[in-house]
């Protein structure tokens, strides 16, 4: 039988679905309205304050889930873009994200939003709110496979910080910034381990952890108020050493969303923390495993830079991502659900 759309009135948001590391990723491809404002921080803004049903249409049930991530790809103000992107989560709009960036990588050569794809690797300059990542996608025979991307300068905020956690007490965490703010905390010091607790256990402790650090520790980014703000808690295994052992972790951020992935911007956040402790050198690669899934991503500082008077790296981040379908998500006028909702 024929695809066909069910009777409906409105718009119609058509989408790509990917998952990289089994975190999802669902591309909006048609039907958004213009995003207005003369740069990707100012559209955040825009979609944030004009176009917020819309993500609660397609990150919500029954559409999407509580985990549901998506990406709007926007024009941007940078000519050496070859796209500009908005992230969405369960709870809004984040500033940077690595899995995204795999996936999207990909999808820009597949859908040709670069015109001549070269072989073997093609460079996709996304325009991300954080700033520019530049993406390399394994381009060989007319596929695309792995991805790698080169992080906007990522920093060492502060370490061993001690904030207050309702339920934990004194709890000393490190701030790192890979495109987005994270507090890191060893599993072990609320007697978890990010591979074998129960997800609940873990989202719970990482959950204390983010408001503590929200309402105790000011935040400031040199390039933007709107970067300022703490996205999440990643609990690690503690493994920061250098080893060609992989280390694990898992993430969570925005309104208690667990990442299925190893986390690119909390990878390179977590690189730039432990270049900054003296824990690894440039290049040395190292591995960052899901905790709940059990993929992986590599990552590597590669250059040494600065974000205002931060010292900071460029970070090196790589992975791979895959298709899993397309959609078209319509509305019908007396759904009384039809605005989507969240299960905790
Ligand atoms: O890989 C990342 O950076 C993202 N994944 C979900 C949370 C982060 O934005």
């Known amino acids: 039988m024929e695809m066909q759309l069910p009777p409906h009135e409105g718009d119609e948001l058509s989408v790509v679905d990917m998952h990289t590391g089994g975190e999802p990723l669902r591309i909006i491809l048609g039907g958004y309205p213009e995003v207005k404002g003369d740069s990707v921080l100012s559209k955040r803004?825009?979609?944030?304050?004009?176009?917020?049903?819309?993500?609660?249409m397609l990150m919500y049930e029954p559409r999407g889930h509580y985990d549901m991530y998506g990406a709007?790809?926007?024009?941007?103000?940078?000519p050496e873009a070859h796209v500009g992107v908005l992230f969405m989560h369960n709870e809004g709009y984040s500033t940077m994200c690595g899995h995204a960036v795999i996936a999207l990588g990909r999808f820009a050569v597949d859908y040709r939003l670069v015109k001549e794809p070269q072989s073997p690797e093609t460079q996709v300059n996304i325009h991300c709110p954080c700033g520019l990542v530049k993406a390399f996608v394994e381009y060989s025979n007319g596929k695309t496979g792995g991805v790698r991307f080169l992080s906007v300068p990522a920093f060492a905020f502060a370490t061993d910080v001690t904030v207050t956690v309702e339920g934990f007490g004194d709890v000393?965490?490190?701030?790192?910034y890979g495109g987005a703010f994270y507090a890191f905390v060893d599993a072990q010091r609320f007697g978890l381990d990010v591979t074998k607790s129960r997800?609940?256990?873990?989202?719970?402790a990482a959950t204390a952890v983010t408001n503590a650090v929200r309402s105790q520790v000011k935040l400031n980014h040199p390039i933007s108020d709107d970067l300022a703000f703490l996205y999440g808690t990643i609990l690690t295994d503690g493994k920061d050493d250098f080893s060609s052992d992989a280390t694990s972790n898992i993430c969570v951020f925005a309104e208690a969303q667990v990442d299925r992935s190893p986390t690119g911007s909390g990878v390179t956040a977590r690189v730039a923390l432990q270049y900054h402790k003296g824990l690894i050198q440039l290049n040395q690669?190292?591995?960052?495993q899901s905790g709940v899934t059990g993929s992986q991503f590599?990552?590597?500082?590669?250059?040494?830079?600065?974000?205002?008077d931060f010292r900071a790296v460029v970070v090196e981040v790589a992975g791979r991502a895959f298709y899993t379908g397309v959609s078209c998500f319509v509305q019908e006028p007396d759904d009384e659900l039809t605005c989507g909702f969240l299960l905790k």
């Open 45 to 56: 803004r825009y979609v944030r304050e004009h176009l917020d049903h819309l993500r609660r």
């Open 72 to 78: 709007l790809i926007v024009d941007s103000e940078i």
């Open 172 to 176: 000393t965490v490190d701030v790192g």
């Open 199 to 204: 997800t609940r256990d873990l989202v719970d």
């Open 285 to 288: 690669t190292r591995t960052f």
């Open 298 to 308: 590599t990552g590597k500082a590669v250059e040494e830079t600065k974000c205002g």
